[in-house]
């Protein structure tokens, strides 16, 4: 029934998917969201997969291998991390990713990343990493990052792919639109590198309150929306350097 839905949504909402090819000589910047162990490690907090998540263990592994190409090639990396203080809610979720705890830290399989030079790593205590960015002065460190670095197009991966990855996404399109982010260009979304939590509308029905979030369906509903705001959408990404003309 749900796989039908899917299969019917996919019709009536199709994502088409490009390929990208890395091939060096445009400068990307690899932004990777929420990549913590309160989103993405079985038993880790309120918000972590309860059980082994094929998406979301997909979403790391493939967050993995872009992170260590960008790290062989010093190219630059800007990481978010949920991170909240105990005494301030985010509703509608449940306390999670509180700061100074493993749950606000990146996953086993990243923290090397901690220690590389070519890594900015934000702590953000809101959904939107945009808005996460902006400090009291003002001034936003996402922003500054990407100007910093003369960066052409970013490439974001991470979870959920319909919540924290898609309204940093769209902030960030309305920024460049804006001519905030000279020089940026595009904004790309690797679907594979992304994923999202597993709701299923039956066992929401028995949570007072709780809003079904079937995970495939939204996966996708995240991929269509960041499309139509303008972000390119890719299932492949390749590093090569492209054919001579
Ligand atoms: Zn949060």
């Known amino acids: 029934m749900v796989s039908q839905t899917i299969g019917l949504l996919k019709d009536e909402l199709p994502v088409e998917q490009e390929t990208l090819l890395f091939s060096g000589d445009v400068k ?3 932004v990777l969201v929420d990549i913590v162990n309160g989103f993405c490690t079985v038993g880790a907090g309120n918000l972590a997969p309860r059980v082994p998540d094929e998406q979301i263990s997909g979403m790391v592994d493939e967050s993995v291998k872009l992170a260590r190409v960008f790290c062989d ?34 996953v086993p399989d990243l923290q090397w990343l901690e220690n590389e030079p070519n890594v900015t790593l934000r702590c953000k205590d809101c959904i939107d ?18 100007k910093t670095n003369k960066i ?12 924290c990855v898609l309204d940093f996404v769209c902030s960030a399109l309305s920024a460049r639109n804006r001519g905030f982010l000279t020089p940026l260009e595009d ?29 495939d369906l939204m ?9 139509g705001r303008g972000a390119k959408v890719v299932s492949e990404v390749f590093f090569g350097t492209p054919k001579e003309p």
Request: charged content about 20%; overall charge negative.
């Open 73 to 106: 090639n010093k190219w630059p990396i800007f990481a978010f991390l949920d991170s909240h203080h105990p005494d301030i809610p985010e509703p509608p979720y449940p306390p999670h990713c509180i700061a100074g705890t493993d749950e606000s830290k990146l």
């Open 152 to 163: 052409k197009v970013v490439l974001v991966v991470g979870i959920c792919t319909d919540v």
């Open 129 to 146: 990493g945009f808005l996460g960015s902006l400090e009291k002065d003002g001034s936003n460190v996402f922003v500054d990052w990407v």
């Open 219 to 227: 996966h996708h509903i995240g991929l269509y929306m960041a499309k």
């Open 187 to 215: 904004v790309v979304v690797y679907s594979r590198g992304c994923a999202t939590f597993d709701l299923p509308v039956d066992v929401a029905r028995g949570i007072k309150g709780a809003l079904a979030h079937p995970q």
């Open 28 to 30: 990307t910047g690899l």
